[in-house]
């Protein structure tokens, strides 16, 4: 059983910072792709930022220059650090991974739950 479980979600004013961080855990055998996605109200879910094992990250250009992705392969977490958040940033933030289970023959999608980011003054 794999598991995604997300923290660092909640309420902050424009301009203010936050820091998501996302646990991957159960019988892993190989992490490929690890990322962030957001879904608004009324809105569809999108891509964030995505970063490789080797570490090259690609971002949503709403986000560029603000967020910042990071990985460590040793405790198979990925963070998201977010600098300069804005109204439009408000969103359910969710962890993603793309990975192999020591019980599986291909890799498959794992998703977190979700942590809901609120930016308000």
């Known amino acids: 059983q794999v598991q995604l479980v997300e923290s660092g979600g909640g309420l902050v004013q424009p301009g203010g910072s936050l820091r998501l961080s996302c646990a991957a855990s159960?019988?892993?055998?190989?992490?490929?792709?690890l990322g962030w996605y957001r879904q608004a109200p009324g809105k569809q879910r999108e891509l964030v930022a995505t970063?490789?094992?080797?570490?090259?990250?690609i971002y949503a250009d709403s986000v560029k220059g603000r967020f910042t992705i990071s990985r460590d392969n040793q405790k198979n977490t990925v963070d998201l650090q977010m600098n300069n958040l804005k109204p439009e940033d408000t969103a359910v933030y969710y962890c993603?991974?793309?990975?192999?289970?020591?019980?599986?023959?291909?890799?498959?999608?794992?998703w977190g739950k979700g942590t809901p980011v609120t930016v308000s003054s």
């Open positions: 993603n991974a793309d990975l192999q289970g020591v019980l599986s023959l291909k890799p498959n999608d794992y």
């Open positions: 159960g019988s892993l055998f190989r992490i490929y792709v």
């Open positions: 970063i490789t094992s080797e570490k090259s990250a």
